[in-house]
Nanobody, 125 residues
């Protein structure tokens, strides 16, 4: 599975960005795409995930109500709409995918087999 993340960049606090993650896999079973982020000096943390088949979603508490994850089956792409961005959202954002995860594992980066390259999001105050 190849993943291609894009859409990052600089933005002012309160602004919005939409990240995209295009994947190459034909989806089946428990295919899940997740977004993670990593700020300098910090561990990689879960942001959001979506089940490809039934669109079930999960969010980190820190982004609930501000970020929305969605998918476009025709384009094999997952989006992360980020609104009301804060300086603490600054990080490199990664998309990841796996075909076998159960929901309880969605937040664990070590459980994902496939990763895209990161895209930098910088929020200035």
């Amino acid at each position: 599975v190849q993943l291609q993340a894009s859409g990052g960049g600089p933005v002012q606090a309160g602004g919005s960005l939409r990240l995209s993650c295009a994947h190459s896999r034909r989806t089946s079973g428990r295919f899940v795409v997740g977004w993670f982020r990593q700020a300098p000096g910090k561990e990689r943390e879960f942001v959001a995930a979506i089940s490809w088949n039934d669109r079930t979603t999960s969010y980190a508490d820190s982004v609930k109500g501000r970020f929305t994850i969605s998918r476009d089956t025709a384009k094999n792409t997952v989006y992360l709409q980020m609104n009301t961005l804060k300086p603490e959202d600054t990080a490199v954002y990664y998309c990841a995918a796996d075909g076998t995860l159960i929901r309880s594992s969605w937040t664990m980066p070590t459980q994902y087999d496939y990763w895209g390259q990161g895209t930098q999001v910088t929020v200035s105050s």
